[in-house]
């Protein structure tokens, strides 16, 4: 016997969201790719190779700090880049940010919302888009009608922010395979209970001898303290972390936050809700049992 409980769902939720990450990934890829090759503005420089540190220590890894997994803040280097860019190469200027703002939407915005076509959002929705990603500062320095140019500076800060952003997506991902892995553990103990019970109750109590009430009994023990380890065992699994170096660090309980605090799911805590949910059914029916035993005596 199989029943739907919120471990089911939570596995449903959990594939749904690496389907998710698993499109960014790569179209993140692409977009760093873009932005590299595209010469800034009033620059001779090789555009290639990795985001370097400013002259000034600015623009190195990111630093992100409570917030919502795959929703990046405003990367540590970032501020201040709209009052040193400047305005640079006027036309040749606008239309460097607006190479930037096309490759994000047919890449990342694209990916983010599927079948729909990247080419028909105006540059208003590429921006807001932008800044959910990236953060205020960089969607600033991309917008149309700005003063900030494609400078040097302006590319290596938004090649830092992609660079951040991806860390933060393999990290989820790790914590996403980690989850699928520990909901799997919980289905496995919740299925095999449940059908248990099932099986157990299509033989009325009162048929029952002494006996085998009493091995009902133990076995519905047993079930509740497998309940209690997987308890344990889920609690711990809260309480790790993900994380690809400092920048992108996720704890776990910050991604079931993610998956699962919102509307429509059913509970925040799928694991622990239908466990504890199982614990009171498997005590439900040892009263039940031990009601029987003693009339048996």
């Not at 959990?14 to 009033?42: H, I, K, N, Q, Y």
């Not at 501020?79 to 890449?107: H, K, P, Q």
Request: charged share 30%; hydrophobic share 35%.
């Amino acid at each position: 016997m199989s029943v739907e409980t919120a471990v089911h769902a939570a596995l449903d939720r959990v594939d749904a969201e690496t389907e998710r990450v698993d499109s960014l990934t790569p179209a993140f890829r692409r977009f760093d790719a873009a932005v590299r090759d595209l010469d800034p503005v009033g620059s001779h420089a090789s555009s290639s190779g990795e985001p370097t540190r400013l002259a000034d220590g600015g623009i190195t890894a990111a630093h992100h700090h409570d917030r919502q997994p795959g929703r990046p803040g405003t990367p540590d280097g970032a501020a201040g880049v709209t009052g040193n860019a400047g305005v640079a190469g006027g036309a040749e200027a606008a239309d460097r940010t607006g190479s930037v703002r096309d490759a994000f939407a047919e890449t990342v915005l694209s990916a983010r919302d599927e079948g729909s076509n990247a080419s028909d959002a105006s540059a208003a929705a590429v921006v807001r888009a932008i800044r959910s990603e990236f953060g205020d500062e960089i969607a600033v320095v991309l917008a149309p009608g700005t003063d900030a140019g494609f400078t040097p500076a302006v590319k290596r800060a938004v090649r830092s922010a992609i660079a951040t952003r991806r860390a933060e997506l393999r990290a989820l991902r790790d914590a996403l395979d980690r989850e699928r892995e520990s909901l799997r553990s919980a289905r496995e103990d919740v299925d095999a209970i449940v059908s248990w019970i099932a099986r157990a109750d299509e033989t009325p109590l009162s048929d029952l001898g002494f006996e085998a009430l009493r091995d009902r009994h133990e076995t519905l023990e047993r079930h509740r303290e497998r309940c209690a380890e997987r308890l344990e065992s889920r609690q711990e699994t809260l309480g790790s972390a993900t994380g690809h170096g400092a920048d992108a660090g996720l704890t776990h309980r910050s991604l079931v936050a993610h998956l699962y605090d919102v509307d429509g799911f059913p509970t925040p805590y799928p694991v622990v809700s239908t466990v504890v949910r199982l614990i009171d059914c498997c005590e439900s029916c040892q009263r039940s049992v031990r009601d029987h035993l003693t009339r048996r005596v």
